[in-house]
């Protein structure tokens, strides 16, 4: 087995590993190695790549009509301290609607983060350049989402990182 193929179970199928999934399986190794750090070894992004938050969450609003209805949207930012950065809007039902995001400036009100920005690639070439604006109310760890895209706005809740927070147990 060359090291990027992999092994399906008990069904001893082998497949192709995309890069992807090895960066998935990588990072995952790299958690659990990081886990067996002493509890007193503190850990920082920026030593990897520099500070930032990550938001993500799923937001919906199933009073839409026709396909914006159905959505249930992933939507996921990472966002560095100038309040640029990037990210991703999916459905894993509906991929047509799945697009790469660019955060162009990030407003902080207390707890209330606005990210804007514009749709950089998609499935769905209409959607390339259209406007977005991701509000997030912060409560701790976790958020309050609302995702306005094309006119139509859908809600749902999340969860905030800031890599400068991060401490191995």
Do not use: C, W
């Not at 640029?84 to 983060?113: F, I, K, Y």
């Amino acid at each position: 087995m060359t090291p990027k193929e992999q092994t399906k179970g008990a069904l001893g199928e082998t497949r192709r590993t995309t890069g992807r999934r090895r960066f998935l399986k990588l990072a995952g190794a790299a958690l659990l190695a990081g886990s067996a750090l002493p509890k007193s070894a503190e850990a920082s992004i920026h030593h990897v790549g520099g500070d930032f938050t990550y938001e993500g969450g799923v937001v919906f609003n199933s009073d839409l009509p026709g396909l914006s209805g159905e959505l249930i949207l992933n939507v996921y930012l990472a966002v560095d301290p100038d309040g640029t950065g990037a990210g991703t809007l999916s459905d894993p039902v509906h991929t047509t609607v799945n697009s790469h995001v660019e955060v162009q400036q990030t407003t902080r009100h207390g707890n209330e983060r606005e990210f804007v920005g514009v749709v950089i690639r998609s499935n769905d070439p209409a959607r390339v350049g259209q406007r977005f604006v991701v509000t997030s109310y912060v409560q701790g760890d976790f958020t309050s989402l609302a995702l306005l895209l094309n006119q139509e706005t859908f809600s749902g809740q999340g969860f905030r990182v800031d890599s400068t927070k991060l401490i191995i147990d």
